[in-house]
């Protein structure tokens, strides 16, 4: 696939989708308890998106390899459009969940599908700069939706949004099938290849080299060893985001003392500044030629954030250090991503992003819940305590990383 040409089309169907998707997490509350639905099946509703964010990896990355970039984006936006129409018509619970789990299955799935597009169809030159555009607009999907989504609550039924999502993934899938593939951008592979291929599940063959995004690199580290690397950050990672996502919300209305619009406008400049800083972040990161450093310093960045929030509850001094968050957040995205790109063989790419994200995915469910235990026995404070903790952590394990690469130069 031509990125170049296809790159417009890739960020329209990802700001689409992530505003279908952020429009929705406002009004789900709402829509549940107009049908009468208990507590109890409202976070089993929401608990089974994230179990279809977890499966959905895996499978995203085979239906990736068997149709190709293209099929495969339009099969995830038809899932999404189906899931977005049925909570608009159904009122039953248990369909409800099915379509919750279907649509965090299809939003893992759009995320492994682009991020392998890019990784095969970039290069270690533009691979940081083509993810923070994707970066972008998934961003700005993510600061439209809920404003639209709250503004159309207010004049119509509950089921607008829900049809509006529909038709936005509709608008989505009609982009897809414009996208313009070479003739030869499906790879093929002889019988020797494949056998010299390596194995994701038994480790790599140490004769084959690795992509790089070093200038001269020779760095030789088998998959099964990046696999547990990058899971393992990704993890860490997304464990930390989760948590900042279900407590800030809590922490500052009862720590702060904030009313709910503070605290939106608090979500609103980091969305913002993720939006404005990931082109930049991802040119930047291409420029260096040394990813792993830039997302050490992108985590660093969100770990201010939440040190500047621990330590004031001063309006001017949260919003700055949301703003750098955001600036962080962009940083880890593009980078870890492209440096996926750059190490990974062709031919088990697509599969490794499938685990990593499937992987991360569940510290989105068990993180909150560690917290929960903190809120409970100890405080709120101890959450975000924690949070700095996972964030540590994910540095850490970049940093050990960093090292062996650069020792495998040596």
Request: proline letters at 4%.
């Amino acid at each position: 696939m031509d990125i170049r040409r296809n790159l417009p089309l890739l960020m329209i169907i990802c700001f689409l989708s992530q505003m279908g998707g952020f429009m929705i997490l406002p009004l789900f509350p709402l829509f549940i308890e107009e049908f009468g639905l208990s507590g109890w099946m409202m976070g089993v509703i929401f608990a089974l998106f994230y179990v279809g964010k977890v499966i959905g990896g895996v499978p995203a990355a085979a239906l990736y390899r068997k149709l190709g970039g293209q099929r495969a984006l339009i099969v995830m936006l038809f899932i999404l459009a189906v899931c977005m129409g049925g909570f608009a018509v159904s009122s039953a619970a248990l369909l409800f969940g099915l379509l919750r789990l279907l649509q965090g299955l299809a939003s893992t799935g759009l995320t492994v599908i682009v991020r392998s597009i890019i990784g095969d169809g970039g290069n270690a030159d533009n691979r940081g700069l083509y993810n923070g555009y994707i970066s972008s607009s998934e961003g700005g999907g993510m600061v439209l939706g809920p404003v639209i989504s709250g503004w159309l609550a207010l004049h119509w039924p509950l089921s607008a949004p829900f049809l509006l999502v529909t038709l936005c993934c509709l608008i989505a899938m009609g982009t897809a099938m414009g996208i313009k593939s070479r003739p030869e951008s499906k790879q093929k592979f002889t019988a020797e290849e494949r056998e010299r291929m390596p194995n994701l599940d038994s480790g790599a063959n140490p004769d084959i080299p690795i992509n790089h995004a070093y200038a001269g690199s020779r760095a030789r580290l088998t998959l099964r060893q990046q696999l547990i690397g990058y899971g393992t950050v990704h993890f860490l990672e997304m464990s930390a985001y989760a948590v900042f996502l279900t407590y800030f919300a809590l922490y500052a209305a009862h720590m702060m003392h904030w009313d709910p619009f503070a605290t939106s406008l608090a979500f609103t400049v980091a969305g913002i500044s993720t939006l404005a800083a990931a082109p930049v972040a991802g040119y930047l990161s291409d420029r260096m030629g040394d990813r792993l450093l830039l997302c050490m310093l992108g985590m660093l960045m969100i770990g201010i954030e939440v040190v500047v929030f621990l330590s004031t509850s001063s309006y001017a001094w949260v919003y700055v250090g949301m703003l750098i968050g955001g600036v962080g957040g962009a940083c880890y995205m593009d980078s870890f991503f492209a440096h996926i790109g750059d190490h990974i063989p062709d031919a088990g790419r697509s599969e490794v992003i499938g685990k990593i994200v499937s992987a991360a995915e569940i510290g989105s469910i068990i993180s909150p819940l560690i917290a929960a235990l903190l809120v409970e026995y100890v405080s709120l404070y101890a959450v975000f305590v924690f949070n700095l903790v996972l964030i540590a952590a994910a540095i850490a394990v970049q940093a050990v990383m960093r090292s062996r690469y650069r020792a495998k130069q040596g």
